[in-house]
């Protein structure tokens, strides 16, 4: 006779010498024993765990004529006719071979005839889910209503591909994977039987390898008994089965845990050169970390893995020094990295790149620590209004009303020495505000100069100083060629014209709507911090508030600024708070610079905010900042702002007393 291999050899033949399943075993016994057996049953479960045995003995117990309590005899007609598989009243169907509806009607047509030599006619359907749908309506009606001889007994690994009108009409079983201690011991046994020697490491090995099934466990050990023999270590089973050393897998998880990626690459690369499959490594790298990460969770949780007491205690010890969120993140990078491995034309590279960012896990800061840090930043120095005034905008800037006039200083008080001019090939005209403190000395008297006329170019910004007035032009007016450098000294009463004579009375309310927005913008947005303080402290990074028809514009530099305000539903809160405050009806817009200012020019490649940029950083007025301890109040492009700076210049130097030649 050929040989029978192990997996064949073990088979059970009792009830009693199937392992890991005593729950469904106890159910059958007790069916037996109280003559209530269904007249349908279907096993369930992953590969190798005994769905065919069961039906088997489940077959032998039915026909057994000489049955100890449950347990077939074993020796009866019957039972050496199953053992045998000669029996003519046992049919065991391949369900994915056998699966059209043909097939089940001639099965049909074998149901009528009464068994030959048993008490029952059994029908055994192996993996029933491959039967096709109109196999599975052709065999409804017998299966809920079988003949008083005949049994149906299923084996399928899947389950929910059979249609419920099937389960609703049988009596279901589901088989469990096997423990790696049940199939330790079994394994075990069996060596003894074969009268081969096994190393425990090695026993652990093949449970591991099994992943809970008992006939690939039995298929390796009989691949390990033909080529060791009598004798078998571990090292034997690791050149037959291709595995990876635990203890490689753990000097390489030691290496990266202690963030010493040359001691990391090493190993690696040493591990490749013996041919091992990377996809193979991070698979046993991977189950380390679980392990290891349990064993970081507690007592409760280390009890779950079936190791050695000593190497739980080693793995306890290694991750002491190390916090959960550490280890969570290195598992989920390799986790990450085997995912990446199946659409890579390199998974050695892959494997490699992991492990360098796996060297940098200590260093991550966790999400949770980050916002206690942010949040407890925001409550020591919150963003102030002094910030959002140092922005630059081609809006109108955040500044004291008290430094708004709505006319343009008097050539009388234009004396101060004024600021190089830019180089004739730049377009960029900075606006420098000095401190209250510092202003230049005086030039000789100038005669007076008319006023530019004022343009409603909204790329220019409102210069008004002296006390809440109005203007005779909407507030985005073209401004004077450059703004003094002094202090401007407020103009008497009686030069103030009368707004009433000259702006009709809806631009004089936008204008005063506007004046009181610049005055008690601070304020807002301490009333809205107390309402909502991220609200609020968003609204200090506003760099221009501008109220034009209505509308309440809040320029910020960037999308990401006020990313927040412009949902729907804060931008609703923030407009109700808006007219609570202002008292006005006012309909807050949100705007960000970046989308105002996207044209390149042609002569510099640069967007305007790029020269903006550009030119704040400019040495020139770095060196006058710091001479005149000065703020940068604005920075006006463009042609028309430099012409209108050459200009001014050319009236300056004509006002200075010509020197004489003598």
Same mark, same amino acid.
């Given at each position: 006779?050929?040989? $029978?291999?192990?997996?064949?050899? =073990?088979?059970?033949?009792?009830?009693? /010498?199937?392992?890991?399943? &005593?729950?469904?075993? #106890?159910?059958?016994?007790?069916?037996?024993?109280?003559?209530?057996?269904?007249?349908?049953?279907?096993?369930s479960g992953v590969r190798g765990t005994g769905k065919t045995t069961l039906a088997r003995i489940m077959a032998k117990a039915l026909n057994c004529t000489d049955r100890q309590g449950a347990e077939p005899c074993n020796q009866c007609l019957s039972c050496v006719e199953i053992n045998a598989g000669a029996?003519?009243? $046992?049919?065991?169907?391949?369900? =994915?071979?056998?699966?059209?509806?043909? /097939?089940?009607?001639?099965? &049909?047509?074998?149901? #009528?005839?009464?068994?030959?030599?048993?008490?029952?006619?059994?029908?055994?359907?192996?993996?029933?889910?491959?039967?096709?749908?109109?196999?599975?309506?052709?065999?409804l009606k017998t299966l809920e209503e079988p003949p008083e001889h005949v049994y149906f007994m299923f084996a399928t690994t899947e389950l929910h591909k059979v249609p419920l009108t099937i389960l609703s009409r049988c009596q279901r079983y589901g088989l469990k994977r096997l423990g790696r201690s049940e199939l330790h011991q079994h394994f075990a046994a069996l060596a003894e039987q074969e009268g081969v020697q096994i190393s425990k490491e090695a026993l652990a090995m093949v449970a591991r390898e099994a992943a809970g099934s008992v006939r690939d466990g039995l298929s390796l050990l009989d691949q390990l008994f033909s080529y060791c023999g009598a004798d078998v270590s571990e090292e034997d089973v690791l050149d037959v089965l291709g595995l990876v050393s635990r203890h490689a897998v753990a000097e390489l998880g030691t290496a990266l845990l202690q963030a010493d990626l040359a001691r990391a690459l090493e190993l690696l690369g040493a591990l490749h050169a013996q041919g091992v499959d990377s996809r193979r490594l991070g698979n046993d790298l991977l189950q380390w970390l679980r392990e290891l990460l349990l064993c970081k969770l507690g007592p409760k949780t280390a009890a779950m893995l079936t190791l050695p007491e000593e190497e739980?205690?080693?793995?306890?010890?290694?991750?002491?020094?190390?916090?959960?969120?550490?280890l969570s993140a290195l598992f989920n990078l390799f986790m990450d990295a085997l995912q990446e491995k199946s659409f890579s034309l390199q998974p050695g590279f892959t494997m490699e790149m992991a492990c360098i960012r796996a060297v940098q896990v200590a260093d991550i800061t966790p999400t949770a620590e980050l916002i206690k840090r942010f949040s407890a930043l925001l409550d020591d120095a919150p963003l102030g209004g002094d910030q959002a005034a140092a922005r630059t905008s081609t809006h109108v800037p955040l500044q004291n009303p008290a430094q708004i006039t709505s006319q343009p200083p008097a050539p009388s008080q234009k004396k101060n020495q004024p600021l190089p001019a830019p180089a004739p090939d730049t377009d960029?005209?900075?606006?420098?505000?000095?401190?209250?403190?510092?202003?230049l000395p005086p030039l000789p008297e100038s005669p007076q100069t008319q006023p530019p006329e004022p343009t409603t170019d909204s790329s220019a910004s409102v210069s008004l100083q002296g006390e809440q007035t109005t203007q005779p032009e909407p507030p985005a007016v073209k401004p004077a060629a450059?703004?003094?450098?002094?202090?401007?000294?407020?103009?008497?009463?009686?030069?103030?014209?009368?707004p009433s004579d000259t702006v009709p009375a809806g631009q004089n309310s936008n204008i005063s709507?506007?004046?009181?927005?610049?005055?008690?913008?601070?304020?807002?947005?301490?009333?809205?911090?107390?309402?909502?303080?991220?609200?609020?402290?968003?609204?200090?990074?506003?760099?221009?508030?501008?109220?034009?028809?209505?509308?309440?514009?809040?320029?910020?530099?960037?999308?990401?600024d006020c990313i927040m305000l412009k949902q729907q539903e804060h931008l609703r809160r923030l407009t109700e708070l808006a007219l609570d405050f202002f008292q006005e009806p006012l309909q807050v817009r949100i705007e960000e610079e970046l989308s105002l200012s996207c044209d390149i020019n042609p002569l510099t490649g640069r967007t305007p905010l790029e020269e903006r940029k550009a030119l704040a950083s400019d040495p020139i007025v770095l060196t006058a900042l710091e001479v005149?301890?000065?703020?940068?109040?604005?920075?006006?492009?463009?042609?028309?702002?430099?012409?209108?700076?050459?200009?001014?210049?050319?009236?300056?130097?004509?006002?200075?007393?010509?020197e004489d030649d003598d």
């Open positions: 006779m050929s040989y $029978l291999v192990l997996a064949r050899k =073990a088979r059970p033949q009792r009830f009693a /010498e199937v392992i890991g399943q &005593k729950a469904v075993v #106890r159910t059958l016994e007790n069916a037996l024993l109280q003559n209530r057996v269904a007249h349908a049953i279907i096993f029996s003519v009243d $046992l049919q065991e169907v391949d369900g =994915a071979s056998n699966r059209g509806i043909q /097939e089940i009607r001639e099965l &049909k047509e074998r149901i #009528r005839f009464q068994p030959s030599s048993s008490r029952y006619k059994i029908f055994i359907i192996d993996e029933v889910h491959m039967l096709t749908t109109e196999a599975f309506n052709a065999l739980l205690r080693t793995m306890q010890e290694l991750a002491a020094p190390y916090t959960k969120d550490q960029h005209y900075p606006v420098i505000t000095l401190p209250e403190d510092r202003e450059r703004t003094p450098v002094s202090q401007p000294q407020p103009k008497p009463a009686a030069a103030i014209p009368n709507i506007q004046l009181r927005v610049q005055r008690d913008w601070d304020s807002f947005t301490r009333h809205v911090q107390d309402q909502l303080k991220w609200m609020g402290l968003a609204l200090q990074r506003a760099i221009s508030v501008q109220v034009e028809g209505g509308n309440l514009s809040v320029l910020f530099h960037d999308a990401s005149f301890n000065g703020q940068l109040g604005d920075i006006r492009i463009g042609a028309r702002f430099r012409e209108t700076a050459v200009e001014t210049d050319t009236e300056d130097m004509a006002a200075l007393p010509q």
